[in-house]
């Protein structure tokens, strides 16, 4: 057996109920089968191997008061994947179903996906099953400073540099900046996300929806097409979904959906102009419901379902998803049912969106698939600039963020079609994405030697 066939079957082994990271081990490992030919030097140094074992797993208590004086426990982790080419780095995230195993996922793809951004950060991902839904600010507060006073000792601006993720947006990167500066005495660049007042980046917090339809705007040139006139599905509502939206309708595009874990609406409009103005100030300042739009504007609501289900149960017609709320939201009869429907282009948004059989439906369908690693790595790569302009004390303006940012993303979209026409099969996003983030980190390991 090779050696990536035995390191699959050994995560498996090893850790059975860490379902998301064994799918995710599973889908890397699986394009990396021709490095391994390629590279015996790999093989011999057991990287694959070392590869999937975490550095370094962080568990812990966090005990905070809620607005009744009660005492509530949480959970909180911190997965340091790797550092072989820079400081670890990764996201936060704080939603109910945060377990080890969708950490360890996050923090493995995190790896590739930051090494395929040319910038030198390695891989991490962290959070807690605290919910911040329905808490009142001072709640949160008192959540994200309990959180800090544990992860403090662990983290820094040259080891350890944590963000945003689901439930971890302006708000809470505020609480926790600022409960870190008060315990170390410092203001460094620790965290990225932070607000502009206080070493934030511009154009960070629309970073990942923006770079999401670049790399989307790339695809579609393969084959001599642009975001003009074209439907775009859009799921969840949060920070990806909100700018990724806001993109689509600056290049043209009409976005007809979007969904939070209530519900999904519909408006075949197209949602911009002040209804895209509703929904910013809805999610992001009066914190409410995604349902809200649909009474507002008299469109259509599927509580319960997600724009998938919609899709296939109702046979709406749509040309390019992007998937922008959680890990395997689309399963194969929805991807089936987009196919059907004319889709011909799906660039993930959110991390893992599709499952591995719905990659699979994409793939033999010839439609344009953009793994999350490549078509969201505009978040973390506007992350690593504000790490550099948070280093040099200076800020830049929006447009040269806005025009790294887009460099980047067309330097990810030829990264990956490189690897592909190179070990692979041209167009293979997915094989090339891995392939090509992977080759970096792999010889950084080797040049290290067994640590
Ligand atoms: P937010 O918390 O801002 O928004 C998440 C949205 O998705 C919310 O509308 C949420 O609804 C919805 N959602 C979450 N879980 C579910 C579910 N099980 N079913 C239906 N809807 C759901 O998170 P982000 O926009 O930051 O993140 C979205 C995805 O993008 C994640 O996979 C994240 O890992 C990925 N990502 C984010 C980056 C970033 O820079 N923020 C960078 C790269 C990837 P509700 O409010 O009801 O929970």
Redesign the pocket.
């Known amino acids: 057996m090779s050696m990536i066939k035995e390191t699959i079957e050994k995560v498996k082994k090893k850790d059975p109920e860490q379902l998301e990271f064994i799918q995710a081990v599973t889908e890397v490992l699986g394009t990396l089968e021709p490095t391994e030919k390629k590279h015996p030097e790999f093989v011999k140094a057991a990287l694959y191997e070392r590869i999937v074992e975490p550095d370094r797993q962080i568990l812990f208590r966090i005990p905070w008061v809620d607005d009744k004086g009660q005492v509530q426990v949480n959970r909180g982790f911190r997965i340091q994947f790797n550092n072989a080419i820079g400081p670890y780095k990764g996201?936060l995230?704080l939603?109910p179903?945060v377990n080890l195993g969708i950490i360890k996922f996050?923090g493995f793809e995190q790896i590739f996906k930051n090494s395929l951004t040319t910038l030198p950060m390695g891989g991490a991902k962290g959070g807690s099953d605290f919910d911040p839904?329905f808490k009142s600010d001072d709640e949160v507060m008192r959540f994200c400073q309990a959180f800090m006073r544990e992860l403090y000792r662990h983290i820094g601006p040259d080891c350890d540099v944590p963000?945003?993720?689901?439930?971890?947006?302006g708000r809470e990167i505020g609480y926790l900046y600022g409960y870190y500066k008060k315990i170390v005495n410092r203001h460094e660049g620790v965290l990225t996300?932070k607000g502009l007042e206080y070493g934030g980046s511009l154009i960070r917090p629309e970073?990942?929806g923006y770079g999401l339809v670049y790399f989307t705007a790339e695809m579609l040139a393969t084959r001599k097409m642009d975001l003009k006139g074209k439907t775009v599905a859009v799921?969840?509502?949060?920070?990806?979904?909100q700018y990724a939206i806001e993109k689509v309708n600056q290049l043209g595009g009409k976005v007809i959906s979007l969904?939070?874990?209530?519900s999904t609406i519909v408006d075949e409009e197209g949602i911009s102009g002040k209804k895209f103005d509703f929904v910013m100030e809805l999610?992001n300042v009066k914190r409410g419901?995604?349902k809200e739009y649909a009474e507002k504007y008299k469109t259509q609501c599927f509580p319960g379902k997600?724009i998938w289900d919609v899709i296939k149960e109702k046979g709406l017609k749509v040309d390019i998803a992007l998937p922008?709320?959680?890990?395997n939201?689309i399963n194969k009869g929805h991807a089936e049912a987009l196919v059907k429907n004319g889709c011909f282009c799906v660039a993930e948004?959110?991390?893992m969106?599709c499952n591995l059989d719905a990659i699979k439906v994409f793939q033999s369908s010839n439609v344009l698939y953009g793994p999350?690693k490549a078509a969201?790595a505009g978040?973390?790569a506007t992350s690593g600039l504000e790490m550099s302009q948070n280093s040099m004390r200076l800020n830049w303006t929006r447009e040269e963020v806005d025009n790294r940012l887009l460099m980047i993303m067309k330097s990810i979209h030829k990264s990956c079609l490189d690897a592909a026409s190179t070990y692979s099969e041209a167009g293979d996003y997915l094989a090339g994405a891995n392939i090509a983030g992977f080759i970096k980190v792999a010889k950084s390991m080797l040049a290290y030697g067994i640590v």
Do not use: F
């Not at 922008?324 to 890990?327: D, E, G, V």
């Open positions: 996201g995230r939603h179903s996050l839904k963000a945003g993720d689901i439930g971890v947006g996300g970073a990942t799921s969840g509502a949060g920070n990806v979904a969904c939070d874990s209530d999610k419901r995604i997600s922008s709320a959680t890990q939201e948004g959110a991390n969106p999350a969201n978040g973390v």
